[in-house]
């Protein structure tokens, strides 16, 4: 099974900074993707985060406000911007590896 | 748009009993459903699957059942253990759509008594 490491693992940031999240899967996977949790929520699907092109957002999300990249097959990184005390959630990365999704462990984001 | 929702948001089971979370889909798309374990802290963790040909299928000391007919899926641990207690979630895909994403439900949390 794939491990996925994100960092940070948490983070406290200020109203209208932008923090960007890395995940890390320790082998190549076809599909990667990122989710929301919010505080006592279920997990909404952000975004598909594709390799060497756009990410696919779902309605309610986009791009200006959180801009993915995929640079490889094992690699993916989130940014939230322009934060404010709504984006307080966890986010967590995903990754479908011989038909499975695995989860990161999240990244629990508090703004002030 | 469509759901997947749970009956039960909390479920308090006594230690060795047996746990059933329940969960209502509305896609009769859906082909695919998986059911999580998030435990305080951590990152869903995958339990067991199945796929909407089977009606039932069994982990260790898991099982899930299928009735497409009324779109509820369940979750039965056996002897529940104090490691069960956590937040279940169960999800489902539409696997033609080839990109394997999730709707999850509400969640239920389990607490198992000792």
């Known amino acids: 099974s794939a491990v996925i490491s994100q960092k940070p693992s948490r983070d406290i940031c200020q109203r209208g900074t932008s923090l960007t999240i890395q995940c890390q899967v320790d082998?190549?996977?076809?599909?990667m993707f990122w989710y929301r949790q919010q505080p006592g929520q279920s997990l909404t699907l952000i975004a598909t985060?594709?390799?060497?092109?756009?990410?696919?957002?779902e309605s309610g999300f986009v791009i200006d406000k959180f801009p993915i990249s995929r640079p490889n097959l094992t690699f993916s990184t989130l940014t939230v911007s322009n934060m404010s005390p709504e984006d307080s959630s966890i986010y967590l990365c995903?990754?479908?590896?011989?038909?499975?999704?695995?989860f990161g462990e999240g990244s629990r984001l508090t703004v002030l | 748009g469509e759901s997947v929702g749970l009956h039960l948001p909390t479920l308090s089971v006594q230690e060795g009993d047996n746990s059933i979370i329940n969960c209502a889909y509305s896609?009769?798309?859906?082909?695919?459903f998986i059911w999580y374990k998030q435990e305080s802290g951590k990152g869903p963790q995958f339990i067991i699957d199945?796929?909407?040909?089977?009606d039932k299928r069994q982990g260790q000391r898991v099982t899930v059942l299928l009735n497409k007919t009324v779109k509820h899926l369940s979750l039965q641990i056996a002897a529940t253990q104090p490691g069960d207690s956590a937040v279940y979630f169960c999800?489902?895909?539409?696997?033609?759509?080839?990109?394997?994403?999730?709707?999850f439900g509400k969640g239920t949390k389990l607490s198992v008594i000792p």
């Open positions: 995903s990754a479908r590896d011989l038909g499975e999704l695995f």
């Open positions: 082998s190549q996977v076809t599909m």
């Open positions: 985060a594709n390799q060497g092109s756009e990410a696919t957002y």
């Open positions: 896609n009769s798309a859906s082909d695919y």
């Open positions: 199945i796929r909407s040909n089977m």
């Open positions: 999800a489902e895909t539409y696997s033609g759509a080839g990109s394997y994403q999730l709707t």
